[in-house]
């Protein structure tokens, strides 16, 4: 068994680090839609939007960069065969936010505003690195054609009291007749001393 799991090893083709559990980043400083550049590798350069955040790998995926061809079979679809151009993610250690000011690279820290709101701060000139806001996640935007149907409540019905809490005036006067007659029966009792 253990020279079968040896040979295994030795035959594969791929890495045993590729196995290895990946150590994800705790704090990222790259979200979809920022600007960012390549430092190093063979895209190195070259600028592009964040299109997603991979976090469990420590990857995104950059318009324009990493850019691998894919051949496409027959079997698939016949009109579309041939080779296609597609874009791979990469590492988060390979690119960089560009600073708003200058244009360049710059590597970022974390600040708060007057109000406690936290901001990215660019070390290279003190700016303030705006996050890019996707009005799609906007709940306006998500329910801009919204219909109701036959089983939503209607917010008149919903706004609509049913509850008006407990009554404490019957609820006392309740109680008061039942020590009121246990009191009677109590009196009605004679016991010898």
Not at 109 to 115: A, I, K, P, S, T
Not at 133 to 146: E, F, G, I, L, M
């Amino acid at each position: 068994m253990l020279k079968a799991l040896s040979t295994f090893y030795l035959n594969r083709q791929t890495p045993i680090a590729q196995f290895a559990k990946q150590i994800t980043f705790e704090k990222w400083n790259v979200i979809k839609g920022d600007k960012v550049v390549v430092v190093s590798g063979k895209d190195s350069g070259k600028t592009g939007t964040v299109l997603r955040v991979y976090r469990k790998s420590n990857e995104v995926l950059v318009q324009g960069i990493n850019q691998k061809f894919k051949r496409k079979a027959q079997l698939d679809d016949p009109s579309g065969s041939g080779v296609q151009q597609i874009t791979r993610p990469i590492h988060l250690s390979k690119i960089a936010l560009i600073d708003p000011e200058k244009g360049k690279p710059t590597k970022v820290q974390r600040g708060f505003l007057e109000d406690g709101t936290p901001v990215r701060v660019s070390k290279l000139s003190g700016a303030i690195i705006p996050k890019a806001v996707d009005p799609a996640k906007s709940p306006a935007h998500r329910h801009r054609n919204k219909v109701d149907g036959i089983k939503d409540t209607s917010p008149a019905l919903a706004l609509q009291v049913t509850y008006k809490g407990e009554d404490f005036s019957a609820i006392k006067a309740e109680f008061d007749s039942f020590i009121a007659e246990k009191e009677r029966k109590e009196q009605l009792l004679w016991f010898d001393k």
